[in-house]
């Protein structure tokens, strides 16, 4: 059995049970809960081979036996992300809201659903979901999401680029090796396929506003600082698709490119999603996507941009959103909050010198790998128990955290 074969095989109910009692061992030992990406077949970030993540076929009685798991613990929670997201601008689509509301409805605890996204092409995208994770509370269940709200964008070259997975012909050219892929994109008849889904309006826009023509140019041996890929191919009266390949295969895969994403940089479309008590602040992706962005800004980007400098969210419900809303959903005891008998686990900045500092690269991922790293000015002191862990942003040497079992400890 192929790989792609044995990930579309249904388990039997005794795997599928042996999978529930690894679950109860891994919560046993610590864990807060599980989550998963259910993106289908059609999935817009897949496997290195290009086929669908094991979870992206997950089935609903999958899903629903592994939610019962949390509900016989009393404790946990899911994070997921499902197929049926609705495209851009529409409303989220009726199977998807019935497959969230039938998790919640049997694990009976917290479930994270990703993502609320503020957009300021289309508001009424992350207003609706609002009004539906609202309505669900009337209901009693316990729905939340997960407020997208990093401003900025990717950065990104196509030696490594993995985002375009939502049309064939892109998914196809940037599979395989640096050699590989700088064949593919050479290629006259895998051009030829990549030309024919952009003049059939099918773009790979799941990530990047404006698709490959929004591309803003950011390397020195490209020439072109600061244009678009779309300003670049009018100036040379070339089709968009070769003004972006031919300037690629120059320049050996290395040109950096800036993929703006959509309709996040406006402060009353974020403020209206975090405004809401059913919406957690911010999405970091635990490292998925580290050649590409630094998910984990939106704290500081958050408290500079929205409290200090917007003045359109207060610094107390910002710590709320920050702090305790996520330690609640999370089934974290005394954490969150600074009150009498809690662990002192404090964060001393001041919010006028707050700054999320310019992306670089960090060489210190196993085998030699890297990933884009932001660091930030304006925090003094970072205390955890009581004992002074950073200072001025430099660590003390000092580990007395310890480690949280189910959020308890």
Avoid at 23 to 45: K, R
Avoid at 154 to 163: C, G
Avoid at 330 to 352: H, M, Q, S, T, W
Wanted: hydrophobic fraction near 35%.
């Amino acid at each position: 059995m192929g790989w792609e074969e044995a990930k579309k095989r249904r388990p039997t109910e005794a795997e599928l049970q042996e999978m529930c009692r690894l679950i109860h061992e891994a919560m046993d030992a610590g864990a807060c809960g599980w989550s998963a990406q259910i993106l289908g077949e059609n999935s817009i970030q897949r496997d290195y081979d290009g086929t669908p993540m094991i979870t992206d076929l997950l089935s609903e009685h999958e899903v629903l036996t592994f939610a019962k798991v949390l509900a016989d613990r009393d404790e946990g929670f899911i994070e997921l992300a499902y197929r049926q997201t609705g495209e851009e601008g529409r409303p989220l689509a009726s199977e998807a809201k019935e497959f969230f509301e039938k998790v919640a409805t049997i694990a009976k605890r917290p479930i994270l659903y990703q993502t609320v996204t503020p957009n300021s092409v289309h508001p009424d995208q992350h207003r609706e979901r609002i009004r539906w994770l609202e309505s669900c509370a009337r209901r009693g269940l316990r729905l939340y999401g997960q407020g997208s709200i990093r401003r900025g964008g990717f950065e990104m070259t196509f030696a490594d680029w993995n985002l375009f997975d939502d049309t064939e012909a892109w998914r196809k050219v940037t599979l395989g090796t640096k050699e590989e892929r700088k064949a593919k994109m050479q290629d006259p008849e895998m051009r030829r396929h990549l030309k024919a889904e952009w003049d059939a309006g099918i773009r790979p826009t799941q990530v990047a506003q404006g698709s490959v023509g929004s591309l803003i140019v950011q390397s020195k041996k490209a020439g072109k600082i600061g244009q678009t890929v779309q300003q670049i191919a009018d100036a040379q009266g070339k089709h968009v698709i070769d003004a972006l390949l031919d300037m690629v295969v120059e320049d050996d895969l290395t040109t950096e490119f800036f993929a703006p994403t959509q309709g996040r940089g406006t402060a009353q479309f974020t403020t209206e999603v975090l405004n809401s008590n059913l919406v957690v602040a911010g999405v970091s992706d635990g490292g998925a996507h580290v050649k590409f962005l630094t998910a984990g800004v939106y704290p500081t980007d958050m408290l500079a941009w929205l409290v200090r400098d917007e003045k359109t969210i207060s610094l107390e419900d910002a710590h709320y959103k920050l702090s305790y809303l996520p330690a609640h959903m999370g089934g974290f005891k005394d954490r969150g909050a600074i009150r009498e008998n809690a662990p002192a686990d404090i964060v001393v900045y001041d919010l006028d010198k707050l700054e999320v500092l310019p992306s670089e690269v960090a060489e210190d991922l196993p085998g030699g790998e890297w990933r884009r790293i932001q660091k930030s000015k304006g925090y003094d002191w970072i205390l955890v128990n009581g004992q002074i862990t950073f200072e001025d942003g430099k660590p003390t040497g000092a580990l007395p955290g310890k480690f949280l079992r189910n959020g308890r400890g």
